[in-house]
């Protein structure tokens, strides 16, 4: 591996993040989405309503 001589090309190639920002944005949103969407789907479910109202009704006092 030789060494380079123009460190200012390097330099140049490293500094071209324009727009990375707002495409990394975009992928956390569409993530989020996609994970927001998983757990409606989970939580609609009926095992698991079951599950949440057996434990709110056991913090509050209500269940045997």
Known sequence: MEPVEDH????ESWD???GATTAEYAITTLAACGFAALLVV???SEPIKELIT?????ALGLGS
């Not at 200012?8 to 330099?11: H, Y």
């Not at 057996?54 to 056991?58: D, E, F, L, Q, T």
């Open 8 to 11: 200012g090309a390097i330099e």
């Open 16 to 18: 071209s993040d324009t």
């Open 42 to 44: 989970v939580l609609k």
């Open 54 to 58: 057996g434990v709110i009704s056991s």
